[in-house]
Antibody, heavy 119, light 110 residues
Framework: EEQLVESGGGLVQPGGSLRLSCEGSGFTFSSYGLNWVRQAPGKGLEWLTY????????FYADSVKGRFTISRDNAKNSLYLQMNSLRDEDTAVYYC????????????WGQGTLVTVSS | QTVVTQEPSLSVSPGGTVTLTCGLS?????????PSWYQQTPGQAPRTLIYTTNTRSTGVPDRFSGSIFGNKAALTIRGAQADDESVYYCVLYMGSGIRVFGGGTRLTVL
């Protein structure tokens, strides 16, 4: 069964940092592009960032550019999101999502991990 | 900045057919935007319904179909059931690596 499992969420103070992880299983992790998507409480979904299968191509939404960094370790079947300079408005459930093909949409999702930014 | 537009809310009768749309504040949606559709119920992760305009994700019943309708992407649900009551999101690929979600459509089955 193809699966993505996020971890690393929690409570962090404004201005702080947090690193999220997403571990894939049941598929050839190194063959797929991956994304992070978030959802603030009571709000819609927001795409944040994409990384290609070999990490050669990375894109960010303007809302997180310069503060968040996506990376992956294919040997560990793991995707990461390093989040710095966190703000109250970064409070959300963060999902990792796998793309079928580049730009084609997301065909598998993790269950999400909650990040709360609060003093 | 281009915004992806969706109806905020729609309703459908049980057994009926409803079409949700996904448009652009400026311009037309085409297959080059690779429209995709997701269903989400409260407290759950999104579930993929459709990707690359009209490809159903594994396990999605053929009551759900995707298309381009006029200048928008469309998700049509036939034979609506009570458990179709959810929020539905579309995503468009905008080029230059950017993906953008629509604001979501809350579908009521009544």
């Amino acid at each position: 069964e193809e699966q993505l499992v996020e971890s690393g969420g929690g409570l962090v103070q404004p201005g702080g940092s947090l690193r999220l992880s997403c571990e894939g299983s049941g598929f050839t992790f190194s063959s797929y592009g991956l994304n992070w998507v978030r959802q603030a409480p009571g709000k819609g979904l927001e795409w944040l960032t994409y990384i290609s299968s070999g990490s050669s191509t990375i894109f960010y939404a303007d809302s997180v550019k310069g503060r968040f960094t996506i990376s992956r370790d294919n040997a560990k079947n793991s995707l990461y999101l390093q989040m710095n300079s966190l703000r109250d408005e970064d409070t959300a459930v963060y999902y990792c999502a796998r793309e079928y093909n580049y730009g084609s949409g997301f065909n598998y999702w993790g269950q999400g991990t909650l990040v709360t930014v609060s003093s | 900045q281009t915004v992806v537009t969706q109806e905020p809310s729609l309703s459908v009768s049980p057994g009926g057919t409803v079409t949700l749309t996904c448009g652009l504040s400026s311009g037309s949606v085409s297959t080059r935007n690779y429209p995709s559709w997701y269903q989400q119920t409260p407290g759950q992760a999104p579930r993929t319904l459709i990707y690359t305009t009209n490809t159903r994700s594994t396990g999605v019943p053929d009551r759900f179909s995707g298309s381009i309708f006029g200048n928008k992407a469309a998700l049509t649900i036939r034979g609506a059931q009570a458990d179709d009551e959810s929020v539905y999101y579309c995503v468009l690929y905008m080029g230059s690596g950017i993906r953008v979600f629509g604001g979501g459509t809350r579908l009521t089955v009544l």
